[in-house]
C-alpha cells in the first residue's frame, strides 16, 4: 500500500477507506464474505501478467507450462470436492458460467423455466433484463404462498405444459433446503435438462452442510464467493458428456483468456474448503443463522418460512408498515450504526422492489469473523432494537455493541 500510496494517493485512499468500512461493520448480506489472506495473495499474484487462451495442454499462447498445472489443480480439486465428473474453472463469474451453460446447450428462443427473481430466483435464470430473458423463451415458478416454499407442485405443471429445454433450480433469496432429487424428477417427465446454480450455497454443499446437488443435474454453476469464501469468479460442473460442449461455450464461446489469478487462487478456495476446519465452518454459518432465526422470532419478528436451514434469512417487516418501516428504511437504518443488510422483496411484498417489505441477512461474513451463536443472536437483538424500539439511546447502544465486535473480531490482523 506504501507504494500505491505515493503513485496514486486518491485510489489507495479509497481502498484503505475499504478495509477500514469492512473492519467496522457487521456484514449481513448474505452474498458477502471475508476470505482469508492467502486468497488475497494469489489473487494479487504475478499470475495476472499471463495469457493462457485455451485449457491445459492445448493453449493458444506460449509458455503455459504452469498455467497448465494451476488450471489443472483447480479442475482436480473441483471435481473431488463436489464428486462431479468435469469441471470448467474459468467463468469470470457466476452470470458467465450461467451464460455458458445457455450457450452450450440452447438455441436463441428455446425455453428456461427458472425460478421468479421476485420470490427469491436470481437475474441470470430468466429475468427480462437479462440476456437470460432476451434470447430465450422463460417462464417462472414461485413460492406456494401458504408455506412459503417452493411449490413443486406448480414447477411440474409449469414443465409439463411448456416443457423446457432446460429448468434451472437454485436462488439468491431462499431460506430452506431445496429438493434437488424432486427437481430431478421434474426435469426427467418433461424431458428437460437440469441446471443447478448453487452459488449461494455452494460452501454449505463442499462442507456438508446441505444436500449435494451433484449427483442429480446434469449442470451445477456456482461461484467462489458468498459461502465457499473464495476467489471471485464462477465455475461449472457437468456430466462428462457435456464437457466438451461446456468448455468451447466458455472459451472461445463467450470468454477469452481465463484471468489465470483467479483461477489460482480458486485452486486454494477448493483445496480450503476441503479441510475439516471448512466442514466445521460451514455448520457453524448455519448454527449461527439458526441462532440470529430464533432470537428474532423471540422479539417477535416474523420470518419467511418461520426460519432458516442454510446461512439466510428474510425478515417479514409488513407488520411495521404502520409506523413507516420498510426494507429500504431498515437498511438504512442498520447502516446508520455499522450493520449491513440488503432490502429484499419477500413472497406477497406489497411494496415495490426499490422500496420491498423485507430484509435479507446472511451470517456467512459474521461466522468468518469468528462469531459464535451467542454474538450472532446479540447481533439479531440489537437490529430488533433498531426496528422495534428506535431511539437516540438505542443507535447509541447498538453502535457500540457493533464497535464492541468488531474490535473483538478484526478481519485482517495487521
Ligand atoms: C450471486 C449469484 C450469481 C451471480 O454471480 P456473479 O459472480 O455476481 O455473476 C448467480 N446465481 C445466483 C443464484 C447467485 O446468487
Redesign the pocket.
Known sequence: MHTLGYIDPELASAIDGELRRQDNTIELIA?ENIVPPVILEVQGSILTNKYAEGYPGHRYHGGCEYMDAVESLAIERAKRLFGAEHANVQPH????A?LAVFVAMLKPGDVILGMDLKQGG?L?HGSAVNVSGKYYQTFAYGLDPRTERIDYDQVRDLAMRHRPRLLIA???AYPRVIDFARFREIADEAGSLLLV?M??IAGLVAGGAHPSPVPYADFVTS?T??TLRGARG?FILCRAEYAKAIDSAIFPGIQGGPIMQNVAAKALTFKLAATAEFRAYAAQIVRNAQAMAARFQERGLRLVTGGTDNHLMLLDLRDLADRGVTGHSAEQALAEVGIAVNKNLIPGDPQKPTVTSGVRIGAAAITSRGFKEDEAAAVADIIADILLTPSDATSERARRVVRDLCKKHAIYQS
Open positions: 452474498s463469474s457466476g452470470v458467465n450461467n436470481h441470470s437454485g436462488a439468491s446454480d452459488a449461494h461461484t464467493t458468498k464462477g
